[in-house]
T-cell receptor, first 115, second 114 residues
């Protein structure tokens, strides 16, 4: 079956610190992988994605590389800001033909960045 | 980018009553929408997949007679929580598939049943 395992939070960092949030997955076939971010009081927003092995998704200084050999999609950022404080969700989706199917989410990791 | 709205953003209702939540894709058409439930500090749980013009597909363990889903147009899906009970209190989130490649999420609806 399909599942996503994320490192448990909360994660608390000082501004400009390095961030890693681990994510591993179990899937049949070749899923697409995503990181979503949920800011307080808001809905989920797509942060980045990768659709095949060795792809690197990047956005707003965040990066994640699709590693098929380790079934991982760890999220990294070199220097976090207070505005990055949010909940981060790792997710996967299997394609059905040309259409992405349902998303399978990890439990989410709360990140708090202090000035 | 594509925008999905939800209405209402929060609602309080009495036990035994029904509540309807709307999910709209504002600037694109969505043949498929998803409804999720999110408990505090937990992940999103998919409740059902809503396809325009056909019956919704419910996930195992979700009562289809309690959570009625209607996807009557390419821009609107509704979730009705019937005979609500306090245990139905939760954060309900919808998403819509755009162009077959990406899901856009609504801001969520906070339901509190008293």
């Amino acid at each position: 079956g399909n599942s996503v395992t994320q490192m448990e939070g909360p994660v608390t960092l000082s501004e400009e610190a390095f961030l890693t949030i681990n994510c591993t997955y179990t899937a049949t076939g070749y899923p697409s992988l995503f990181w979503y971010v949920q800011y307080p009081g808001e809905g989920l927003q797509l942060l980045l994605k990768a659709t095949k092995a060795d792809d690197k998704g990047s956005n707003k200084g965040f990066e994640a590389t699709y590693r098929k050999e380790t079934t991982s999609f760890h999220l990294e950022k070199g220097s976090v800001q207070v505005s990055d404080s949010a909940v981060y969700f790792c997710a996967l989706s299997q394609r059905r033909g040309s259409t992405l199917g349902r998303l399978y989410f990890g439990r989410g990791t709360q990140l708090t960045v202090w000035p | 980018g594509a925008v999905v709205s939800q209405h209402p953003s929060w609602v309080i209702c009495k036990s035994g009553t029904s509540v309807k939540i709307e999910c709209r894709s504002l600037d694109f058409q969505a043949t498929t929408m998803f409804w999720y439930r999110q408990f505090p500090k937990q992940s999103l749980m998919l409740m059902a997949t809503s396809n325009e013009g056909s019956k919704a597909t419910y996930e195992q363990g979700v009562e289809k007679d309690k959570f009625l889903i209607n996807h009557a147009s390419l821009t609107l899906s509704t979730l009705t929580v019937t005979s609500a009970h306090p245990e139905d209190s939760s954060f309900y989130i919808c998403s819509a598939l755009a162009g077959g490649d990406e899901q856009y999420f609504g801001p969520g609806t906070r339901l509190t049943v008293t």
